[in-house]
């Protein structure tokens, strides 16, 4: 039976293993174990948010996010500053394409809302990341990982909040639609959601 509950800090690592089985592709995954894991604890510090699946002691999901305004991904890039630069321009040098796309679009940003997932919108809480295994994907773990973070989020008297996908990511988008998730604001490569709780 899958248990669904909010994560320990003892879990973070888990939650780090699983994601890199989940995302394999993704920017932050390409930074490594280390700086992973340090991203994730200056969520986990700053506000526990963190729904965990487990199957039989083995962490099969995840979903997590912030209360809005947070300073946790500043005080990531703050903490890890000399890491990210040398582990950014080995990736650049290797021409790692989500190294490139990041650096790229952080040195040339428009100051205009809605491009690089940048919305003007604001919300009460952000719901960043959801992972599940892939042998656990169409079980509903996904959907119930949301329902756990949205007790967490009720906890502290959120009643909406928001999340943004990758156009391209038409699954999630999907997924979203299914949860009752609206659009309010579309990107040149992104859209942003919002559901109330």
Do not use: W
Not at 49 to 61: Q, R, S
Not at 72 to 93: M, T, W
Request: aromatic share 12%; net charge positive.
């Amino acid at each position: 039976m899958i248990e669904y509950r909010i994560a320990t800090e003892t879990e973070l690592q888990m939650v780090v293993e699983t994601h890199i089985q989940c995302f394999p592709d993704y920017f932050l995954t390409s930074l490594g174990n280390k700086l992973l894991y340090s991203y994730y604890k200056c969520f986990f510090i700053e506000r526990n948010l963190f729904a965990v699946a487990f199957d039989n002691g083995k962490m099969i999901g995840f979903a997590m996010g912030h209360l809005c305004p947070s300073e946790a991904r500043q005080n990531f890039e703050r903490e890890n500053a000399v890491l990210l630069f040398f582990r950014l321009l080995a990736l650049c040098i290797k021409l790692d394409k989500n190294a490139l796309e990041r650096c790229t679009s952080r040195l040339f940003r428009k100051k205009t809302a809605g491009n690089n997932l940048s919305f003007s919108a604001q919300a009460d809480a952000t719901l960043l990341s959801i992972g599940v295994l892939e042998e656990y994907r169409r079980q509903q773990v996904a959907s119930q990982l949301v329902a756990e973070f949205e007790s967490l989020l009720k906890q502290y008297h959120v009643k909406s909040y928001t999340s943004s996908v990758r156009k391209e990511n038409v699954k999630i988008q999907a997924f979203y639609n299914r949860l009752g998730f609206i659009v309010i604001e579309e990107a040149s490569d992104g859209i942003r959601y919002l559901k109330g709780i």
